[in-house]
């Protein structure tokens, strides 16, 4: 069974920091991995995906995440942290199976000014 | 605008008064689902649809049914809503079909449920 790990849940940084937010994933196969945020009274919106081609994947608000299958990790980073960054984060796993998408328990980034 | 519409945003009820939270999807998506999102356990899958007519329980659908008429449209209906299903809920679309694995969700705004 696919599973996903979100290893913290708040991360707290100053404005203008590099940020990183990291997930494991647990998968018997390559994944599909998507990272998505969610800002306050809002709905989720799809920041990246891997889907099996580079392992450097670029996301939308200069956010990035790399793929290491020997870590089994897929963590989101970002050079510059910016006020407009603090919201919860999920990473998420689609079990090639079902199409089921399974979703980390969240990580809430907090930028400090 | 391409969109998921959640009606209402919020809503106050009393235990086993019926209810039905609309979602509609302007995407010309086949696949839609609900979640239920609760502090501390991310989101949680509460049912889905391939497409029209076709719909299957997901994680955690007790208490809960749906139904997809149109392709757009896929309600949630709490026939006998009870404190425990307070939450906070979202419905999403996405143009997978069949087991397609790769295709993105797009959420409502989620609608807050408050059960008394």
């Known amino acids: 069974a696919q599973s996903v790990t979100q290893l913290d849940s708040h991360v707290s940084v100053s404005e203008g920091t590099p940020v990183l937010l990291r997930c494991n994933y647990s998968?018997?196969?390559?994944?599909?991995l998507f990272w998505y945020v969610q800002h306050p009274n809002k709905g989720l919106q799809l920041l990246l995906k891997?889907?099996?081609?580079?392992?450097l994947v670029k996301g939308i608000n200069g956010f990035e995440a790399e793929f290491k299958k020997s870590e089994t990790s897929f963590h989101l980073t970002k050079p510059s942290a910016h006020m407009s960054d603090a919201a919860e984060y999920f990473c998420?796993?689609?079990?090639?199976?079902?199409?089921?998408?399974?979703f980390g328990q969240g990580t809430t980034l907090q930028v400090k000014p | 605008e391409a969109q998921v519409t959640q009606n209402p945003r919020y809503l106050i009820t009393v235990t086993g008064k019926k209810l039905t939270v609309t979602c509609s999807q302007n995407?010309?998506?086949?696949?839609m689902s609900w979640y239920r999102q609760d502090p501390g356990l991310g989101l949680r899958q509460i049912y889905y649809s391939m497409n029209v007519e076709v719909t299957d329980k997901g994680d955690v659908p007790e208490g809960y049914k749906v139904s997809r008429k149109e392709k757009r449209n896929f309600p949630l209906i709490l026939e006998s809503p009870s404190p425990n299903q307070t939450s906070l809920y979202f419905c999403?679309?996405?143009?997978?079909?069949?087991?397609?694995?790769?295709?993105?969700?797009?959420f409502g705004n989620g609608t807050r449920l408050t059960v008394t």
């Open positions: 998420v796993v689609s079990d090639r199976d079902t199409g089921k998408l399974i």
């Open positions: 998968s018997s196969y390559s994944p599909s």
């Open positions: 891997y889907t099996s081609a580079a392992t």
């Open positions: 999403a679309s996405s143009s997978r079909s069949g087991r397609t694995y790769n295709s993105p969700l797009h």
């Open positions: 995407m010309n998506h086949e696949y």
